[in-house]
T-cell receptor
Framework: KNEVEQSPQNLTAQEGEFITINCSYS?????LHWLQQHPGGGIVSLFM???GKKKHGRLIATINIQEKHSSLHITASHPRDSAVYIC???????????FGKGTRLSVIA | GAGVSQSPSNKVTEKGKDVELRCDPI?????LYWYRQRLGQGLEFLIY????????KSGLPSDRFSAERTGESVSTLTIQRTQQEDSAVYLC????????????FGSGTRLTVV
């Protein structure tokens, strides 16, 4: 079993829909990252969370440490949101991130 | 620099040749990481540096792979006698020491072994 599980693996949405991507992990963590990867491979860090909730524009990330679960929400989705969204956890300090397999999102106009 | 810089952005090499990939981390980031992403697959960890030393080399796939870092700055990942299965995007990231934040990825080097 992977340490970091994401769902769904693939998601197709109509423009304007509210989108939720889920991440569950099995290890103790010091932080969780949500990353966005566009075609072409570039990775952008969207959020780093260790508790609670963060919001940036139309993106919202939440984490429940007790339940070992995080969600990434996109409100009013747009075709430019189409990308692979990756959840990654950091167990401590400078240890490498452990990645989920990603969720491929396609938003159709 | 303002971000993590990787070079070259694309590299096509013949099987059996050696290649060197370069990563310039954000100034002041003492932790530096190398990851690999093969086509259609997830990210896999290769090696990480704290300063100039590498506490964790567990992800290096074979002895053809090596990496070094000098001056707590630039890192090079060297692949000797490249094989077709080495074809991938090689990503570098850096972060502030002792913290999980400030994690910043470079845009990667796309390596194609023909």
């Amino acid at each position: 079993k992977n340490e970091v599980e994401q769902s769904p693996q693939n998601l197709t949405a109509q423009e304007g829909e509210f989108i939720t991507i889920n991440c569950s992990y099995s290890v103790g963590i010091s932080a969780l990252h949500w990353l966005q990867q566009h075609p072409g491979g570039g990775i952008v860090s969207l959020f780093m969370l260790s508790s609670g909730k963060k919001k940036h524009g139309r993106l919202i990330a939440t984490i429940n440490i007790q339940e070992k679960h995080s969600s990434l929400h996109i409100t009013a989705s747009h075709p430019r949101d189409s990308a692979v969204y990756i959840c990654a956890v950091l167990s401590s300090g400078n240890t490498p991130l452990v990645f989920g397999k990603g969720t491929r999102l396609s938003v159709i106009a | 620099g303002a971000g993590v810089s990787q070079s070259p952005s694309n590299k096509v090499t013949e099987k059996g040749k050696d290649v060197e990939l370069r990563c310039d981390p954000i100034s002041g980031h003492t932790a530096l990481y190398w990851y690999r992403q093969r086509l259609g697959q997830g990210l896999e960890f290769l090696i990480y540096f704290q300063g100039n030393s590498a506490p964790d080399k567990s992800g290096l796939p074979s002895d053809r792979f090596s990496a070094e870092r000098t001056g707590e700055s630039v890192s090079t990942l060297t692949i000797q006698r490249t094989q077709q299965e080495d074809s991938a995007v090689y990503l570098c990231a850096s972060s502030l020491a002792g913290q999980g934040n400030g994690y910043t990825f470079g845009s990667g080097t796309r390596l194609t072994v023909v």
